[in-house]
């Protein structure tokens, strides 16, 4: 069964930076699809960026140019690096793999906050 730990999170200022990190058991990680995604309070989850098992990326028009996804293969870790941080990004953020599991990680925090 695969397993997905979300970390990294926190309270950032506006403007502020953040990377997140998931670590995903399971050896079949690299043939997969991976993504990142939020949910705010009173919100319905939503995607924030993918990236094909090849590493190629694509980003919701609201966070492009500001995060970036990245993975490693080696290591069974996908992450989002996040700038120019808004209060709107504030959320759990979780990740998963493509297409989804049913099982999701706790996710990690991210608060934008003055």
């Known amino acids: 069964q695969v397993r997905l730990v979300e970390s990294g999170g926190g309270l950032v200022q506006p403007g502020g930076s953040l990377r997140l990190s998931c670590a995903a058991s399971g050896s079949i990680f690299s043939m997969y699809a991976m993504g990142w995604f939020r949910q705010a309070p009173g919100k319905q989850r939503e995607s924030v960026a993918s990236i094909t098992s090849g590493g190629t990326p694509m980003y919701a028009d609201s966070v492009q140019g500001r995060f970036t996804i990245s993975r490693d293969n080696a290591k069974n870790t996908v992450d989002l690096q996040m700038a120019s941080l808004k209060p709107e990004d504030t959320a759990v953020y979780y990740c998963?793999?493509?297409?989804?599991?049913?099982?999701w990680g706790l996710g990690t925090q991210v608060t934008v906050s003055s």
């Open positions: 998963n793999r493509i297409p989804l599991l049913d099982s």
